[in-house]
């Protein structure tokens, strides 16, 4: 989005710039393309704004540096993307593309490494073939992608023992599953939270382990503290170098909702595209359907 509205025109061919695939309903193109057509529009009244967005890189790497007991050890780096490795509005890294739960874990064995050879699930293996290549290509343990708006973590072990993970966050904005999430208390909370990745060193600790630190120091700061912090929905580890996390982001719902109407009335494209998706969630996709091999 920060690419198409940082343009001086929206290319009527090019549209969201979404590169959406065959099996997307003609009607959620259409709509994105207009959705982007109104957006620029209002972006073209702040032109330093626009200026700035233009600038704003495509892709960056995230090195997570040793540090604890270990200093000498392997730094771990990632690929963080929009899309996937080889285009900014790429869909090779969307749930629909990777591979299901299923035919991961028969395309690995049992503790996690790759088959090479087709006995496993002949597109699973595939699929991890080709992230094992682009991963070994630009040098990074793994890929941080926020695309295609449905979450999916996948981590294994490549053919050389080396952990590959993929995580994509799907929607930081919007809610990200139909189902009850790990860590809620109130079904009617499960649909409401955004989805981000946070990725630290294993001696900083996961995410439930600085909870879990902070209410036992007992002092009322850290009690406070440590009931803000929410428990990972899923995680993968590259032991002795990365934690990878897949962590909830509550917002105001309610305030949210007035402001995206008070934007986009009934009728209008986003409302179309995007209405129920904030009020009740994806249809029939929950953490089962997110998390796919060595996640947990």
Avoid at 225 to 242: K, V
Wanted: glycine share 8%; net charge positive; aromatic share 6%.
């Amino acid at each position: 989005v920060e690419v198409e509205i940082a343009k001086d025109t929206v290319d009527a061919d090019t549209g969201c710039g979404c590169a959406y695939p065959p099996y997307v309903d003609d009607g959620v193109v259409a709509r994105s393309n207009e959705i982007i057509r109104i957006l620029h529009q209002t972006a073209r009244r702040f032109s330093a704004i626009q200026q700035r967005l233009s600038q704003l890189p495509k892709h960056v790497r995230l090195t997570v540096e040793p540090c604890g007991r270990d200093p000498d050890a392997p730094s771990c780096t990632f690929a963080v993307v929009h899309g996937d490795t080889h285009s900014l509005a790429g869909w090779s890294l969307g749930a629909e593309e990777v591979p299901s739960a299923e035919v991961v874990r028969r395309c690995l064995s049992d503790d996690g490494a790759m088959c090479e050879n087709d006995s496993g699930d002949g597109c699973g293996v595939e699929f991890l073939r080709r992230f094992t290549a682009d991963c070994d290509a630009m040098g990074v343990s793994g890929v941080l992608s926020t695309h295609t708006c449905l979450p999916v973590a996948v981590a294994y072990k490549s053919s050389s023992g080396a952990m590959r993970v993929l995580f994509n966050n799907g929607s930081a904005g919007m809610p990200n599953f139909s189902l009850l999430p790990l860590g809620y208390t109130n079904k009617h909370q499960a649909p409401t939270a955004g989805v981000i990745t946070r990725v630290a060193h294993p001696s900083v600790g996961p995410t439930s382990l600085l909870r879990e630190k902070a209410l036992r120091m007992g002092r009322p700061s850290c009690v406070a503290l440590a009931r803000r912090l929410p428990l990972p929905l899923y995680s993968a580890l590259i032991p002795g170098r990365a934690v990878v996390e897949a962590i909830p982001l509550a917002y105001d719902r309610v305030a949210w909702l007035n402001r995206f109407l008070s934007c986009w009335p009934i009728g209008s494209p986003a409302h179309v595209s995007y209405f129920s998706r904030m009020v009740y969630g994806p249809k029939s996709y929950g953490l089962r359907e997110a998390v796919r091999g060595l996640v947990h």
